[in-house]
């Protein structure tokens, strides 16, 4: 019985180091190779969206687990980083041992760590149009988000985000967009958050906006909610939008907030949605969202 014993505890042991064998070292627990406990990221959950709000196989704004990878790719290459406009610092844009932060895995199975083909860029030609991807100095950069770099949003992150097109609006397509997003310290806490954006042939920006806010004002019982009008501009709004999922035997609504503006023939959109089963605040999407129109100047 003794030789059992010790038999099936050196084989839980193999794995569990195997299990965290492929997380980026500065992602692992703390003591994680040093005789430590460890504690993997924990099961998956089932999240229960809108029945109007598009099929239950496509992924939600940022799948739970892409942003539990990421945040570990981001804190392994940005190094520390310094607070937003007077929030305090922490060292790293996110610590994986946050108190009170536990990653929850979507049940994709982690389809949102696959990268675009394109690296997120579009491009497009033609009258109205932008010739070749948009370039870094279009997006938020690190003067902007508290030191930190942000990365290419995968190509299914986010994707009811990149833009928003709820209730199955007529609304025009992008001649080119990307998407970029990190993981920022607000309040020693980290935030997740997201940039998109999308080039216009002349006037459709503005025809966005306004198919926007016209279908969300009749379209009830989605997701979405206009929250505020008009605070980054007249053709600007502030959205909520919300997701219920169940964490640890309790259901949770989630709210991720998000400012869409027009800067000519472009549309803006800035989200934060918080930390894991923490809300985001719109106070951070509205402030983020004065640098991004002011970088979006430079498309013409």
Same mark, same amino acid.
């Given at each position: ?5 010790? $038999?099936f505890?050196l084989?839980?042991?193999?794995v ?5 064998s492929?997380?980026?070292? $500065? ?9 430590a406990? &460890? ?5 998956? =959950? ?6 109007d709000?598009?099929?239950?196989? !496509?992924p939600?704004w940022? +799948? ?8 570990? #790719? ?15 610092s ?5 610590a994986s041992?946050?108190?009170g ?19 997120g860029?579009? $491009?497009?030609?033609g009258?109205?149009? =932008?010739?070749?991807? !948009?370039? *870094?100095?279009?997006?938020l ?5 508290g030191? &930190? ?6 190509r299914?992150?986010? =994707?009811?985000?990149?833009p928003?097109?709820?209730?199955e ?5 992008? /001649?080119?967009? #990307? ?10 806490a980290?935030?997740? =958050?997201?940039?998109?954006v ?9 025809? @966005?906006?306004?198919?926007? #806010?016209?279908?969300? %004002? ?6 979405w909610?206009i929250e505020a +009008?008009?605070?980054?501009g007249?053709?600007s709004?502030?959205?909520? @939008?919300s997701? +219920?999922?169940?964490?640890?035997? %309790? ?5 991720t907030?998000?400012v869409?503006?027009? %800067? ?7 989200? *934060?949605?918080?930390?894991e089963?923490? $809300?985001? *605040?719109?106070?951070?999407?509205? /402030? ?13």
């Open positions: 019985m003794q030789t059992i014993r010790r $038999s505890a084989f839980a042991a193999v569990c180091v195997t299990t965290l492929g997380v980026p070292a $500065s992602a692992r627990p703390a003591g994680f190779g040093e005789g406990p &460890v504690e993997a990221p924990p099961g998956l =959950v089932a999240v229960q969206r809108p029945a709000d598009g099929p239950a196989d !496509i939600d940022m +799948t739970r687990e892409a942003r539990w990878r990421q945040a570990a #790719r981001i804190r392994a290459q940005s190094g520390s980083a310094s607070g937003m406009g007077g929030h305090g922490a060292t790293g844009p996110v041992g946050a108190a932060h536990r990653s929850v895995p979507d049940p994709d199975g982690g389809r949102g760590s696959v990268p675009d083909p394109d690296g860029r579009g $491009s497009a030609s009258p109205g149009g =932008v010739t070749g991807p !948009i370039p *870094d100095g279009a997006m950069g690190p003067d902007d988000l030191g &930190v770099a942000p990365l290419e949003v995968d299914d992150s986010w =994707v009811r985000l990149r928003p097109q709820p209730c609006g007529d609304y025009p397509e992008a /001649k080119a967009e #990307r998407a970029v997003t990190a993981v920022i310290d607000v309040n020693r980290p935030n997740a =958050v997201m940039e998109y999308g080039v216009h042939r002349s006037g459709e920006a503005r025809r @966005y906006l306004r198919e926007l #806010r016209s279908v969300l %004002k009749v379209c009830e019982g989605t997701a909610r +009008t008009g605070v980054a007249p053709d709004l502030l959205l909520r @939008y997701d +219920t999922f169940e964490h640890v035997d %309790k259901w949770i609504t989630h709210h907030y998000l869409v503006a027009r %800067k000519g023939r472009a549309v803006v959109l800035v989200a *934060d949605a918080g930390w089963t923490d $809300s985001g *605040d719109p106070a951070l999407a509205r /402030k983020l969202i004065t640098p991004a129109l002011r970088r979006a100047a430079v498309l013409r």
